[in-house]
């Protein structure tokens, strides 16, 4: 059996619609991060961007389990600077920037390469319910 290397243009990015709603954030950053590489296609390459697009709805009502305390997780960052080193809790994300919580949690399941910089730029991610991508007709996803 011969294997078929996929070839830019050669097959069809979809769009995927996810509702965050009461769904737990790992379960929901896993899947994306699948979706967005196109580990879910049978023509997945490791050096071709396959994946397709996702449009994420309800950032802000998004669930976490287990002994997970809101206070607890933080999140780091570096202004560049000396001693510029932030944080923020988890409970401070979701009030300030809840799409940021999930983008966070699938960037870090993505490559960290120039291929992973591509495909994190196709996820959309919305607090409310609303999104303005109507017109690509995205699948609607059960989680």
Do not use: C
Not at 12 to 17: D, M, T
Not at 35 to 41: D, I
Not at 73 to 84: A, N, P, Q
Request: hydrophobic share 40%.
């Amino acid at each position: 059996m011969k294997s078929t290397w996929a070839k830019p243009g050669s097959f069809e990015q979809k769009w995927y619609l996810y509702d965050a709603e009461n769904v737990i954030l790992g379960r929901l950053a896993s899947k994306i991060a699948m979706t967005l590489m196109g580990k879910n296609k049978p023509i997945y390459t490791p050096s071709i961007d396959t994946g397709d697009f996702v449009v994420v709805v309800n950032a802000e009502k998004i669930a976490t389990t287990g002994k997970f305390k809101p206070k607890d997780k933080k999140y780091y960052w570096h202004t560049g600077y000396l001693g510029g080193i932030k944080e923020r809790s988890y409970a401070e994300m979701m009030d300030r920037k809840p799409e940021e919580v999930l983008r966070l949690a699938v960037e870090r399941m993505l490559p960290k390469t120039t291929l992973g910089r591509k495909m994190i730029k196709k996820l959309k991610i919305y607090a409310g319910a609303e999104h303005p991508h109507a017109a690509q007709m995205p699948v609607k996803v059960d989680m």
